[in-house]
């Protein structure tokens, strides 16, 4: 059995490999770190690669292991804490920084056994849905190198598409998981709004869910029931589960009612239609499988929406820059941020409390009119993307029109932050492929809190239309 075999293998199975002892937990983890130092010179998924703690970690777990993951590699995409690691989500301004902690995600995945192996790269403060950050340069696509991965966790699934961890963490505060998951042909959850901590960083946030990048729906779901739960101090959390998120995936998803919609959520964005046929593939699948599917119109097209959703989304990506030079002891200097962050910065600095209370509250009423229009649909169906994953550089942070090329990123993303706003559960899957090979995905967004039953239905298609045997080219490589 090859490296890249192990790689591709389930976790439930690696982990078993290692648990009965035909495999040592070394011989696991070095697999991984020797597929990335392959192909990190080709794909540039990782910030640091930890071989020496990793293969400290993985000398500890021994043979009857009870911990569900022990020994599996995993990889941590670098703007969440992982303790002697290097924390620069991305930017040069925040230096070599080392983290002297774990977050609650890192934590609760080495609890449940994960070796960590290294952490993912993200565009600077993961404002971008591309991963071409002036730091770190450009992670490359394993399906098409001349082609993005996506973002804002685009490393991390460059890093599951080439084989080199079998998983690797995410979060999503538009689309940061659900993106990279349609690029690189992997399933990519954002959870309800509140079912993974923030720990101990913050205490909630309206728009960011953690999550990972995976290739089935099972490992998606397993992995969920380890990193849900509140943690002392949230200022809020998602109801908890009637049962596990693996069980409810497990289950027959029953005859459900979905809306169809290819209507993109921003008026001038305009979708590729082999991503509207995707979506239209999808629905007649559902159809076979027992499914009734109706076409809708939602209320999502509105004037000025890409405004009032910069409105919220620039703020909480200046209040985490902020936080960042407090620790430093600096200001923040134009010198020290791309183009794109810089202009966010000054954008954000205008907006007065009183006017940020105001889109605030009108956000509020907006993702409740959405979320009321959509009560008598189990799901709604969209694509997961307006376009094919574009070609590295067409959206340059470091350009000349900053705030131009923010709001052409909405145009190639449309579909996915409008699940932010309201906090519902969604996911992206990767059900087709274009005629060029690369992945092509369309997008579920479940009930409120019902995770389970949308990982029941996805899991469904992926019986109907598997997808996990595929390997992108830069896999083989």
């Known amino acids: 059995m090859t490296d890249a075999d192990l790689m591709f293998r389930p976790v439930t199975e690696l982990a078993a490999l290692v648990r009965d002892g035909t495999l040592t937990a070394r011989e696991l983890v070095d697999a991984s770190l020797q597929r990335i130092d392959a192909l990190q010179p080709v794909v540039n998924a990782f910030v640091d690669v930890d071989h020496d703690g990793a293969r400290a970690a993985a000398d500890a777990i021994g043979p009857g292991d009870e911990r569900p993951f022990a020994g599996v590699p995993i990889a941590i995409k670098n703007n969440r804490p992982v303790r002697g690691l290097r924390l620069t989500l991305g930017a040069d301004m925040t230096g070599d920084f080392v983290a002297g902690f774990d977050h609650n995600v890192t934590r609760r995945l080495r609890d449940a056994g994960f070796v960590v192996v290294g952490t993912t790269c993200l565009p600077e403060w993961g404002i971008m849905p591309v991963t071409e950050g002036r730091r770190f340069g450009a992670t490359r696509n394993p399906w098409d190198l001349g082609r993005t991965p996506g973002g804002s966790s685009g490393g991390s699934a460059a890093a599951v598409a080439a084989g080199m961890v079998p998983v690797a963490s995410g979060n999503d505060g538009g689309g940061s998981t659900r993106i990279p998951a349609a690029c690189c042909g992997l399933v990519g959850l954002k959870p309800q709004r509140g079912r993974v901590s923030h720990a101990p960083n913050a205490g909630e946030h309206l728009l960011v ?95 000025a929406l890409f405004e009032r959703f910069t409105a919220i989304f620039g ?64 799901a709604i169906l969209t694509p997961a993307l307006a376009r094919p994953p574009l070609a590295t550089g067409e959206l340059d942070p470091c350009g000349p029109d900053p705030l131009g090329t923010f709001r052409r990123s909405g145009h190639f993303t449309p579909y996915t932050a409008i699940a932010n706003v309201t906090g519902a559960p969604a996911i992206s899957l990767p059900l087709y492929a274009r005629d060029d090979g690369l992945p092509l995905a369309v997008q579920l967004i479940g009930r409120p809190a019902q995770e389970g039953a949308l990982l029941a239905l996805a899991a469904q298609l992926e019986r109907a239309r598997p997808w996990h045997a595929r390997r992108a080219p830069a896999a083989a490589a």
Not at 244 to 253: G, I, L, N, V
Not at 351 to 360: K, L, N, T, Y
């Open 209 to 303: 869910q953690d999550g990972v990048l995976t290739r089935t729906v099972a490992e998606t779901a397993l992995l969920l029931d380890v990193l849900a739960g509140p943690e002392p101090g949230d200022a809020s959390w998602a109801p908890p589960p009637r049962e596990p998120f693996a069980t409810a995936a497990a289950r027959e998803p029953g005859r459900l009612r979905i809306g169809l919609t290819t209507a993109a959520v921003l008026l001038d964005a305009r979708v590729d239609p082999v991503c509207a046929r995707a979506a239209r593939d999808a629905a007649g699948l559902l159809r076979e499988l027992g499914h009734e599917v109706v076409e809708v119109d939602p209320p999502w097209r509105r004037p």
């Open 315 to 378: 703020p909480a990506v200046c209040s985490q820059i902020a936080v960042t030079a407090r620790i430093a002891g600096r200001e923040p200097r134009e010198a020290d941020m791309e183009p794109l962050s810089w202009a966010l910065w000054e954008l954000s600095r205008r907006i007065d409390a009183v006017d940020a209370a105001v889109v605030a509250l009108e956000m509020q009423a907006f993702a409740r009119a959405i979320t009321v229009w959509a009560e008598p649909y189990d």
